[in-house]
Structure formats: structure tokens, C-alpha cells
């Protein structure tokens, strides 16, 4: 087992019993009492949440004081499930566990991009730099995706944390989302324009590359119900995007097959193509994947509008759909209303990234167009594609409180 310096144990103990202080708080059972009235389909008071997972070099990495490279791994971990809670005053939940996955993961083409970042500390962009240009002729070099697990790092993680902590915080295994990735790992292989240009110039290749890559990954789900490697989804656990596993509907233990779990998907890659054309090269595929899973959560940053009565629509098990600006939000808001889907908004971030002092009346005017496209939804505010908040808790904690305050004025059950 890994051994963790005195000094560096002091502080995740320390950081421990945070955890715990915020995880028996009133506030806690407040914002839990929220979450279980998504779980079960109440429309009661909607979460709030601003996530931070584009500028973790200004809430996480600066305040981390342990020194060794296991004990800095957990130490991030625990920042993480706190920041919403200490530095901006959201609606992030917290329980009493230092919750575990299996470490299990699914390469889906075996090839690695080349991505250029611009020399500076802390990069947010990237430019693709091509290694696959042509499907007619490099198709076999993305047919070696694979799959695998690592007991022995979950075990050895385990073992530490109740080494350190476990007498704070007991150490729970959980499972997050299920994920498949194609049409964003290809891009990144790809390019944007030639992965487009694909469907016109080799359909036929790409055609043949989806269905492999959904191959891989029903054979991935079936290693993992085989293998015994399925723990339960339930209520912290992590489902992409950035969203938690509250639900009515999972076990909460048992569980042996990969419909007991969520899953995500995305392609945001194609909202500049036709539905016709997502309906050809994606649906299929994804539609495949999507049987595989219990509950399912759908998007990124992509339209959903156009894709909703032809596509999305179809899948009975959707429970979060991600309404991001580039939406028609009062349409999305008609598809969903009263119904068992979760409106789940990524609201327009320039409020909060522009600089100087924020502009709080324009913010509130859109947050009350936000609420009134959500209203009669269930209801999900997570503040995403944040690149910085110019190093200001207090300016999150501020536009949390605005985002809060125009719920409660403009947003309708």
C-alpha cells in the first residue's frame, strides 16, 4: 500500500471532516429534499449549480497544500465535491461516503489525436491536427479499439482511503454513468471538416466505422456484466454531464446487468448537419446503445430542438436532456412540460466570464426567459462552459444567488 506523509494525512483528514460538516448541515438536507423531488418527478424547487470544470486552476489546484502524488489525487477529489457548496453556496449535494468506482474504461478507435495547445499555464483551447483525413483508405487503422479494468488500482485506492479517512468518511462503491463516445473522439482524430465531409465522400466507410465502434461498446457492456463489474447508480454517483444519479426508478444494490444503470450520450460534433443526416449516420447507432441503459441522459451543448420529435423523443428511458442556448428554449420547454424528462439548462455564460463587475440586470432578464421556457418542467440549472470567473468566489456566489432568486420569481411548476 501507498503511504501517505503525516502532513499530507492531517490535511485530508481535515478535509474529511469538511466533507462531513457540509454532508450533516441543514443547507445539506434542504438541497436534498430537491434532488429527491427530481427522483421522483415533483416539481418543487429546481437546483441551482455552477461548475467549474473549465477553471479548476482557479477554485481547486490553488487551495491543494498536500505535497505527495496519492495524496494530492484524493485531496483534488474532495475539493471537488466541495466547491460548489464553499465557495459558490449551490445546490451540489453531499453525502457521508468517499464514494468509489471500478476502474474500468473503453478506448473506442486505439488511435491517438495530436492536439496543439498554446503555451500558457493553464490552456482552454486546442487546435486538431489531423491524423485520420481519408475513411477510404485509413478505415482499418480505427478498427483497434479495446476495453479493460484494473481491480488491483480500485483495490489499492480503497485501501488507502480507509487507511487515511475511512473512520470519517466510509468508502462506498457506486457506479457512474455508462458512456460511449464516437463521433467526439473521431473528431479529435479527424477534424471537424473532414469527419463532415466523410458523410458525403465515404458514407459507406463511415457507416461501417459506427457500427463497429457501437460493437466495442456493447461488447464493453457485456465484460462488464460478465466480469461482475457493475455496482449501483444512486443518488451522488456521477452521470454525465456533470449532473448525479438521483433516481426512483434504479436498484440500489444488485446490480448484474447494464439496463439497472444510466447512461450518456452526445453528439454534438453533428449540430451543423441536417437531423435527416444525424438520423442516418448517429441515431442508429446511439439507438443501440440506449437499450442498453436504464435511464438515460442526452447532451452537450448541441441542438436538441431539431432532433426531438423524430429522434430523441423515441426513447423511453430519456430522463435528462441538456437544453443549451443554442436551443429554441421555449420549444424544448413545450416538448418537456409535464412530463418525466428533466429540462436540464446550461444557460448562456458570458454573464459570468465577461469581464468587469457583472451585469446583473441583463442576467436577470435572460435567467427569466430561462425560467419561463423551463416552467411546468422538471427543472435543472447547472452553469456550464464557465472558463473563468477572474479568480472572484464571490462573483459566483453572487450569480448563484441571482440565478436562485429569478427561480423563485419567474419559474412556474
Request: proline share 6%; aromatic share 12%; net charge negative.
Amino acid at each position: 500500500m501507498q503511504t501517505i506523509p503525516q502532513n499530507d494525512r492531517a490535511v485530508l483528514r481535515e478535509l474529511a471532516q469538511r466533507w462531513l460538516a457540509l454532508a450533516h448541515s441543514p443547507e445539506n438536507d434542504a438541497i436534498l429534499r430537491k434532488w429527491d423531488a427530481l427522483a421522483h418527478g415533483r416539481r418543487e424547487t429546481p437546483t441551482v449549480r455552477l461548475l467549474f470544470s473549465n477553471f479548476t486552476d482557479e477554485v481547486i489546484t490553488p487551495r491543494m497544500r498536500c505535497q505527495s502524488e496519492a495524496a494530492r489525487s484524493m485531496e483534488f477529489g474532495l475539493l471537488w465535491g466541495m466547491v460548489g457548496r464553499e465557495l459558490f453556496g449551490d445546490d451540489t449535494p453531499i453525502l457521508p461516503y468517499y464514494d468509489v468506482s471500478w476502474n474500468t474504461w473503453a478506448d473506442p478507435f486505439g488511435v491517438k489525436p495530436h492536439l496543439a495547445r498554446p503555451d500558457v499555464a493553464s490552456p482552454k483551447g486546442f487546435h486538431i491536427h489531423p491524423v485520420i483525413t481519408d475513411l477510404s483508405t485509413q478505415l482499418e487503422q480505427l478498427k483497434h479499439g479495446s476495453f479493460g479494468a484494473d481491480r488491483e488500482a480500485t483495490r489499492a485506492r480503497i485501501t488507502l482511503a480507509q487507511d487515511v479517512f475511512g473512520d470519517l468518511l466510509p468508502v462506498r462503491m457506486v457506479q457512474g454513468s455508462l458512456t460511449a463516445p464516437i463521433t467526439n473522439p473521431l473528431v479529435m482524430l479527424m477534424g471537424m471538416e473532414n469527419y463532415l465531409l466523410a458523410m458525403y465522400d465515404t458514407p459507406d466507410e463511415l457507416h461501417e466505422l459506427m457500427d463497429t465502434t457501437t460493437r466495442l461498446y456493447e461488447d464493453y457492456y457485456d465484460f462488464l456484466e460478465r466480469e461482475k463489474l457493475l455496482l449501483p447508480a444512486r443518488d451522488t454517483s456521477f452521470v454525465a454531464q456533470e449532473s448525479f444519479a438521483f433516481n426512483s426508478e434504479l436498484p440500489t444494490e444488485n446490480v448484474t446487468s447494464t439496463k439497472q444503470l444510466w447512461g450518456f450520450l452526445e453528439s454534438q460534433e453533428t449540430t451543423g448537419v441536417s437531423p435527416a443526416m444525424y438520423g442516418e449516420f448517429v441515431w442508429p447507432y446511439q439507438d443501440r446503445l440506449v437499450r442498453r441503459y436504464g435511464l438515460l441522459s442526452y447532451g452537450c451543448c448541441e441542438r436538441v430542438d431539431a432532433l426531438w420529435e423524430d429522434y430523441l423523443s423515441k426513447w423511453k428511458n430519456l430522463r435528462k436532456l441538456s437544453v443549451s442556448p443554442f436551443n429554441n428554449e421555449p420549444q424544448i420547454g413545450e416538448y418537456l412540460r409535464g412530463s418525466n424528462v428533466v429540462y436540464y439548462s446550461k444557460p448562456r455564460a458570458e454573464f459570468v466570464t465577461n469581464p468587469g463587475p457583472l451585469d446583473e440586470n441583463a442576467l436577470r432578464e435572460y435567467f427569466k426567459g430561462v425560467c419561463k421556457a423551463a416552467s411546468g418542467c422538471l427543472f435543472e440549472m447547472a452553469q456550464r462552459e464557465v472558463g473563468t470567473i477572474f479568480g472572484d468566489f464571490e462573483r459566483g456566489r453572487r450569480y448563484v444567488q441571482i440565478a436562485k432568486e429569478c427561480i423563485e420569481d419567474h419559474w412556474q411548476p
